[in-house]
């Protein structure tokens, strides 16, 4: 008989912040794949601009709300920090792989609780 071996990576994890580990599945997409169209946050017919932080904040609520959602978060709450409230692009972009802001000075490895 044939073993599938699962295991879970927490490295791998935070590798999905990093370049291009998720190439095809940029913020946008996984907003899609939730059936959300552009329009939910691009204000503009055509999009053109970029989206700002109060748009994303119209459904996901202030840093409080989104801490509190990734309260178990390991080893830090990274929507809580010492840089105060940051634009959500920072970190999440919206067409291309995600980045880590803490990155600049820290190497925190992030995983999430699931
Ligand atoms: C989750 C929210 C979200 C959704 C949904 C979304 N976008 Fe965006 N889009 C962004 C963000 C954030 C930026 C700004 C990128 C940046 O600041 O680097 C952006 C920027 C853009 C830009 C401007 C180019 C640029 O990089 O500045 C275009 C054009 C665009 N999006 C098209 C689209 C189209 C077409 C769709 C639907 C298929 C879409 N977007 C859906 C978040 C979104
Ligand atoms: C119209 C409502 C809406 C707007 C505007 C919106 N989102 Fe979302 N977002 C959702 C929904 C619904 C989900 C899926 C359920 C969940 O995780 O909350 C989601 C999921 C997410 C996730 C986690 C899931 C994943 O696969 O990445 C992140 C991160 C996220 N959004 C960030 C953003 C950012 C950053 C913006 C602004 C550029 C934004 N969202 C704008 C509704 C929205
Ligand atoms: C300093 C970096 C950083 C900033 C700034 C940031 N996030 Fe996040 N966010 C993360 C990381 C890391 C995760 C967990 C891993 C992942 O899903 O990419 C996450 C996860 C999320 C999730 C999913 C939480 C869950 O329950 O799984 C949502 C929704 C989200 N962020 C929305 C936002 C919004 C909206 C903003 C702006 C108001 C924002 N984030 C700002 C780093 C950041
Ligand atoms: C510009 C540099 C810089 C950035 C960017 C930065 N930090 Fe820090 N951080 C520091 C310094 C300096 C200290 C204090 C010295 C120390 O304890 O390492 C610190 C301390 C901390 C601490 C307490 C000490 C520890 O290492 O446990 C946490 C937690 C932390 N930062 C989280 C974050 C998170 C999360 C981000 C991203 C949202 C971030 N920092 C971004 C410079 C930075």
């Given at each position: 008989m044939k073993k599938l071996s699962i295991f879970f990576c927490a490295a791998c994890a935070a590798a999905m912040?990093?370049?291009?580990?998720?190439a095809a599945d940029f913020l946008a997409d996984r907003h899609a794949a939730k059936g959300l169209a552009c329009s939910s946050c691009h204000k503009e017919t055509p999009p053109a601009k970029r989206v700002k932080t109060e748009q994303c904040q119209?459904?996901?609520?202030d840093y409080a709300a989104l801490a509190k959602r990734t309260a178990?978060?390991?080893?830090?709450?990274?929507?809580?920090?010492?840089?105060?409230?940051?634009?959500?692009?920072?970190?999440?972009?919206g067409h291309k792989a995600d980045k880590l802001a803490c990155a600049e000075c820290h190497q925190f490895k992030f995983t999430m609780p699931k």
């Open positions: 912040l990093s370049a291009s580990a998720m119209t459904c996901h609520g178990k978060m390991q080893p830090n709450n990274v929507h809580e920090n010492h840089l105060g409230d940051l634009d959500c692009r920072e970190c999440h972009q």
